[in-house]
């Protein structure tokens, strides 16, 4: 199974702030990853496929870079919206599975 | 817009059988190209991907799963069910369906609102 391990596990930020989330996997994925949020008592909720590319809807305050073994998750401008659990998530091939998640909380 | 709603006992005994079902609405599961699936969420292993499968019955499960899980698909009455054998406290966890896409294969869309179920005595 290919492993994802994000850091940090938790990040303590304001509202404006940049942050920046990483995950890596175990074995070179290509750009087949893709990054989730997750507010409390919600499913998860898709944002960015294929590493770096925008689901329809979402803000562009946020981005996604890497390829291979490392990846990016950018938030420019941290909202009020925007605290919450973020996944990645492998899809290079089966069994397909997700980091353990960076909690996004309020400074 | 497809919604997705999970049904099933919130309670399930050990070493017993929990049967969840996924009904799917806003669309024909027939007509639709995704795969359906199961993940869980547990505190201790964050997200699991269960299995999934497709409107022929083709189903894909993860390894270290296999042997105790089976869904199934009904396109008739526009749902999917999982069934998970021999339970133990372990699999107590949040349960969620949840649409793939086919291309590229393990993309999770869309998802129901997802089910507690607690396996004890």
């Known amino acids: 199974d290919i492993q994802m391990t994000q850091s940090p596990s938790i990040l303590s930020a304001s509202v404006g702030d940049r942050v920046t989330i990483t995950c890596r996997a175990s074995?070179?994925?290509?750009?087949?990853l893709a990054w989730y949020h997750q507010k409390p008592g919600k499913a998860p909720k898709l944002l960015i496929q294929?590493?770096?590319s925008l689901e329809t809807g979402v803000p562009s305050r946020f981005s996604g870079s890497g390829s291979g073994t490392e990846f990016t998750l950018t938030i420019s401008s941290l909202q009020p919206d925007d605290f919450a659990i973020y996944y990645c998530?492998?899809?290079?091939?089966?069994?397909?599975?997700f980091g353990q998640g960076t909690t996004v909380e309020i400074k | 817009q497809l919604q997705l709603q999970e049904s099933g006992p919130g309670l399930v005994k050990p070493s017993e059988s929990l049967s969840l079902t996924c009904t799917v609405s806003?669309?024909?599961?027939?007509?639709?190209?995704?795969?359906w699936g199961w993940i869980r969420q547990s505190p201790g292993k964050g997200l699991e991907w269960i299995g999934d499968?497709?409107?022929?019955?083709?189903?894909y499960y993860d390894p270290s799963l296999k042997s105790r899980v089976t869904i199934s698909v009904d396109t008739s009455k526009n749902h999917f069910s999982l069934t998970f054998n021999s339970v133990t406290a372990a699999d107590t966890a949040v349960y969620y369906c949840?649409?793939?896409?086919?291309?590229?294969?393990?993309?999770?869309?869309?998802w129901g609102q997802g089910t507690l179920v607690s396996v004890s005595s």
């Open positions: 949840a649409t793939l896409r086919i291309v590229p294969a393990g993309l999770l869309d869309y």
């Open positions: 806003g669309g024909s599961m027939s007509s639709s190209s995704y795969r």
């Open positions: 499968v497709y409107n022929s019955g083709s189903a």
């Open positions: 074995q070179s994925i290509n750009s087949w």
């Open positions: 294929k590493a770096s």
């Open positions: 998530q492998q899809y290079k091939s089966p069994p397909w599975t």
